[in-house]
Structures are given as structure tokens and as C-alpha cells.
């Protein structure tokens, strides 16, 4: 199973991206995605989350101001933030909880998208 990220890169503060996560490879169904983010010398810590069926979870520190979308038919998953922070400069992760072609459940994750947000 890989996970591809994209859309990370530069912003001002207040500016908004557009994060994507396609999932390929071995593949049964995915149960839930997830965003989270690890900045320098911090913890990786959870940003949103969305179930198959379009519940979602949001640390509080980004409520109102991001919004986690999927689509089950691709396999992918899109993190929309808006009025970015510079603190909140750090690498973003996506991460699925899976079925595999084998009934195995596994969790992924992909290699990371650097979001920078300058003052």
C-alpha cells in the first residue's frame, strides 16, 4: 500500500492549500483517513480524521478553519486549510487504517508534505 501527498509549499499567514492523499496498491476498502502534522521537535499529532462514511474529527486548534474531505471512489483524501498560521509550519502526514487484498488490517502512512507558513 502506498500513500502519494501533494499540494504542500509555501504560504503567508492568513493564505490558504490544499493538501491530497491518493492511496494505491494492495487495497480492499479503507476505513478511516486521517491528516496529521509534526513540526520541529514536536510530537506528530493529529489534525483531522474521516470515516468511510463522512464522520469527521478535528483537533480543536484547526476547527472551523480546515475541513478534511474523501472520495471513496479514488481512494483519496483532501485536507482544505485556510487561514494558515506560522506556527502551524511542519510536515503534514497522511495516514489510512485499511483492508488489505488479504484481509489484513493495516495502517499507513505517507512519506510526509512540507507546509510552511511565513509571517
Known amino acids: 500500500v502506498q500513500l502519494v501527498e501533494s499540494g504542500g509549499g509555501l504560504v503567508q499567514a492568513g493564505g490558504s492549500l490544499r493538501l491530497s492523499c491518493a492511496a494505491s496498491g494492495s487495497i480492499r476498502s479503507i476505513v478511516n483517513m486521517g491528516w496529521y502534522r509534526q513540526g520541529p521537535g514536536n510530537q506528530r499529532d493529529l489534525v483531522a480524521a474521516?470515516?468511510?462514511?463522512?464522520?469527521?474529527n478535528y483537533a480543536d486548534s484547526v476547527k472551523g478553519r480546515f475541513t478534511i474531505t474523501r472520495d471513496n471512489a479514488k481512494n483519496t483524501a483532501y485536507l482544505q486549510m485556510n487561514t494558515l498560521k506560522p506556527e502551524e509550519t511542519a510536515v503534514y502526514y497522511c495516514n489510512a487504517d485499511l483492508w488489505n487484498n488479504l484481509a489484513v488490517r493495516v495502517r499507513a502512512w505517507g512519506q510526509g508534505t512540507q507546509v510552511t507558513v511565513s509571517s
Open positions: 474521516i470515516t468511510s462514511g463522512g464522520i469527521t
